[in-house]
């Protein structure tokens, strides 16, 4: 299950996008180890490359991972976002 929300701020700029992913039937959660190449996208680059933070969370009922990021990064906003338009 996908879910997303967006929670408003006193100024545009500061509006998150609220980003959750659940998988529930996940075999043997406990198997998944501690690092390896899609934790770290899913902790670290991903959210980096919007500003903002990721939490992946393993547990009996599967895994969730959430992100928190500012909206106009997401949008394609910010200033960074200018650089890829080039791509």
Same mark, same amino acid.
């Given at each position: 299950?996908?879910?997303?929300?967006?929670?408003?701020?006193?100024?545009?700029?500061?509006?998150?996008?609220?980003?959750?992913? %659940?998988?529930?039937?996940?075999?043997? %959660?406990?198997?998944?180890?501690?690092?390896?190449?899609?934790?770290?996208?899913?902790?670290?680059?991903?959210?980096?490359?919007?500003?903002?933070?990721?939490?992946?969370?393993?547990?009996?009922?599967?895994?969730?991972?959430?992100?928190?990021?500012?909206?106009?990064? %997401?949008?394609?906003?910010?200033?960074?976002?200018?650089?890829?338009?080039?791509?």
């Amino acid at each position: 299950t996908i879910e997303w929300s967006i929670e408003e701020g006193k100024e545009e700029a500061d509006k998150r996008l609220k980003l959750s992913w %659940v998988e529930g039937e996940v075999p043997e %959660v406990g198997a998944i180890g501690e690092s390896g190449f899609g934790r770290t996208v899913l902790e670290r680059l991903a959210p980096s490359a919007v500003g903002g933070k990721g939490v992946l969370k393993l547990g009996r009922d599967g895994v969730v991972w959430s992100m928190d990021a500012p909206l106009q990064a %997401v949008e394609g906003r910010g200033e960074e976002s200018e650089d890829l338009r080039e791509f």
